[in-house]
């Protein structure tokens, strides 16, 4: 089965272009309610696993609660809150930034941006939008005396602890292995499993799966910034566990056990908030309406949508 139509964008009264892709929406017995495309096949959930991730470091030790432990889970915009939370949690454990090895960048939220470049500062670890997961990740070999310099090895024990419990909540063997924008070990499941995961995180009523759900729902612009999507969707569903993923991946869980993941084929992300908050719909869940569609811009203001298409709201 190949990806199927997801999205639709209109521009007026003409539509202009199409987005497939393929989604699974389970409901809360774990069935799926809602499969479209390839939902069962190996995908690359990039920063999608972070909540899982975080969820192996808190096993095994990490001691991070609230918007810290929101950072570590995130995908953040690199506003000042978010680079002066990365210092906290490595300078609590006797790190500076120079032990970060993930990828020098520029923040990622358009306003951050501006102010970053206004300041006249550069590319810097730090600033990367996986900058959280890593400082935990660093903390994490500190509280076990593992070694930092090699944290991002495959072979590393915290890459091990970290394989292992995506392969337990994800309820299948990984089924592809890469690099991670960041440099990170990059670890393939399916939609399907992803969408266990989120459930398992979001249903959790104790444990270190409680504190990761908690976290990210209570400080939702920890895990990505003042305007993003995701903070707006944690914010609008109380008790959702949800995180954006690079190449036009998304999930979500709920407290009450339903999950939807979502995989835009060509990558984009303009369509993924679109489509996970039409399959939620699907399952009976109340999504923020200003989510439901991503706006099409005609000298600089709408004058058309990305739309879900129509397998997904009939």
């Not at 300078?91 to 520029?106: F, I, R, V, Y």
Request: aromatic fraction near 4%; proline fraction near 6%; include cysteine.
């Amino acid at each position: 089965m190949a990806h199927e139509l997801v999205a639709e964008v209109w521009r007026g009264e003409f539509l202009e272009s199409v987005h497939h892709g393929s989604v699974i929406a389970l409901d809360r017995t774990g069935r799926a309610a809602l499969a479209v495309g390839r939902p069962h096949d190996t995908t690359y959930p990039r920063s999608s696993n972070k909540p899982v991730q975080a969820l192996a470091m808190l096993r095994h030790g990490l001691d991070l609660d609230g918007e810290l432990l929101a950072l570590a889970c995130a995908s953040h915009s690199g506003e000042d809150f978010h680079v002066d939370g990365v210092r906290r949690i490595l300078h609590a454990h006797g790190l500076t930034e120079a032990a970060l090895q993930c990828t020098p960048d520029l923040p990622i939220g358009e306003d951050a941006l501006k102010a970053h470049l206004a300041a006249g500062r550069g590319k810097a670890p730090q600033y990367m939008n996986c900058s959280g997961k890593h400082a935990a990740m660093l903390a994490t070999c500190v509280v076990n005396g593992w070694s930092t310099h090699d944290y991002l090895e495959p072979a590393h024990p915290l890459q091990q602890a970290i394989r292992e419990t995506l392969e337990e909540l994800a309820g299948e063997p990984i089924g592809a292995e890469g690099v991670d924008g960041c440099g990170a070990p990059l670890l393939g499941i399916s939609l399907t499993g992803l969408a266990r995961a989120f459930s398992a995180l979001a249903r959790a009523q104790d444990g270190p799966e409680q504190r990761i759900a908690r976290a990210m729902n209570r400080h939702p612009e920890w895990v990505g910034g003042t305007n993003r999507d995701v903070t707006k969707l944690m914010r609008a569903i109380p008790g959702a566990v949800a995180k954006d993923g690079a190449e036009g991946v998304y999930a979500i869980g709920l407290p009450t056990g339903e999950a939807v993941a979502c995989k835009i084929a060509d990558g984009s992300s303009r369509a993924r908030a679109v489509v996970l908050v039409a399959a939620l719909r699907k399952l009976g869940v109340v999504a923020p309406d200003e989510l439901a569609t991503f706006p099409v811009l005609g000298h600089g203001r709408p004058v058309g949508a990305v739309r879900p298409s129509p397998a997904l709201v009939n």
